[in-house]
Every structure is written in C-alpha cells, then in structure tokens.
C-alpha cells in the first residue's frame, strides 16, 4: 500500500468516526424531544353540522 492511499485511509476513517463522534456529542447536548404536535395523525374529520 503507497503512502498516498495510507493517508486517505486515514483522512477517511477520521471523516467517518469523527462525524459519528460529533453526532453522538450533539444528540447528548440537544436530545430530540420526541414527536411534536405537528407530527401527530389528524384525528376524525369533525362531525357535519
């Protein structure tokens, strides 16, 4: 293996596992606060009047 294709290994690992480490960081400092209103199903259409 040349040196070139080592280091792109390399810059290539820290990309991958240095986006999940920041992702996991991030989820831990702002946690997803789960379904909002707007996410819910639309309940029954209203009765006619």
Known sequence: MSAAAV???IVAILIVWGGLALAIVRL???PDPGPG????????PPPPE
């Open 37 to 44: 209103p707007e996410d819910e199903e639309p309940g029954p």
């Open 7 to 9: 280091i792109m290994m």
């Open 28 to 30: 831990r400092r702002y």
